[in-house]
């Protein structure tokens, strides 16, 4: 899928996260970087890193200076408003060596209640084997089906 002219919503604006956001807009898609933490959001439409990546600061505030990248808390609209919606937050594993797909799965329960049909959905992130499908069904529980009104991808 070519991203250029697409609206995309990055979720989780982390290490990983906004290098990936900030790639994807100098490509020519209108990004949509999305995190739950106030002072990354500021941070970020402050045209500023907020974590150490060589060059990183630079191109963001060139992106966000020029309107092709922009951040928020407010993940229901970010999402009802996107084309193309990319998870990109930990699953930590646990003492005991288990995934705690906690977090995984809260965002998963927010892009349900704000997709729209035509959307696609993608999961950048490393997951248990089998998971997505549980990811699937919360994903389809306020009516849209995986598949069939949109797209998933992990």
């Known amino acids: 899928m070519e991203f250029q002219d697409k609206k995309v919503a990055v979720i989780g604006a982390g290490k990983m996260g906004l290098p990936l956001a900030c790639r994807l807009a100098s490509n020519g898609a209108e990004v949509l970087c999305l995190d739950s933490n106030p002072a990354v959001v500021d941070s970020i439409n402050n045209g500023v890193a907020h974590f150490e990546e060589p060059g990183l600061s630079e191109v963001l505030s060139e992106l966000v200076r020029s309107g092709g990248l922009r951040a928020s808390t407010d993940a229901l609209s970010g999402v009802a408003a996107s084309d193309v919606v990319i998870v990109i937050v930990p699953v930590i594993l ?54 069939v009104d949109f797209d998933l991808v992990f």
């Not at 003492?95 to 906690?102: E, K």
């Not at 998963?108 to 997505?132: C, D, H, R, S």
């Open 94 to 147: 646990t003492h005991d060596r288990t995934a705690n797909t906690s977090i995984i799965e809260a965002v998963a329960a927010t892009i349900a209640k704000a997709i729209t049909a035509g959307t696609m959905v993608i999961f950048e992130t490393t997951l248990p084997v089998g998971f997505t499908r549980n990811l699937a069904t919360i994903l389809s529980s306020e009516g849209l089906q995986a598949g």
